[in-house]
Nanobody, 117 residues
Framework: QVQLVESGGGLVQAGGSLRLSCAAS????????VGWYRQAPGKQRELVAT???????NYADSVKGRFTISRDNAKNTVYLQMNSLKPDDTAVYYC???????????WGQGTQVTVSS
């Protein structure tokens, strides 16, 4: 199986930056892609960004140009650099791994990001 641990959330003023980390352990070789999702109070969980095993990345329109997803294979860690943060970015951010081993999708525990106006 795969274990994911997020870190790096916190409180920041609008216009500020944060970097989230997602450290993976376990059956790392089975991971096909890693994504960051977020869920704001009263809203559905939504995709923020993904990065594949091959290094291809994809972003939600709402974060394009502000957020960057990257990875450090040596550390088995995926990052989400968030710049120019807005109050609408306030949410719990979750790391997700799409893997080749059951149950095929794994989630971290989430990290809170709060952006004050």
């Amino acid at each position: 199986q795969v274990q994911l641990v997020e870190s790096g959330g916190g409180l920041v003023q609008a216009g500020g930056s944060l970097r989230l980390s997602c450290a993976a352990s376990g059956m790392i070789f089975s991971i096909n892609a890693v994504g960051w999702y977020r869920q704001a109070p009263g809203k559905q969980r939504e995709l923020v960004a993904t990065i594949t095993r091959g290094g291809s990345s994809n972003y939600a329109d709402s974060v394009k140009g502000r957020f960057t997803i990257s990875r450090d294979n040596a550390k088995n860690t995926v990052y989400l650099q968030m710049n120019s943060l807005k109050p609408d970015d306030t949410a719990v951010y979750y790391c997700n791994a799409d893997a080749s081993v059951r149950p095929f999708t794994y989630w971290g525990q989430g990290t809170q990001v709060t952006v004050s106006s």
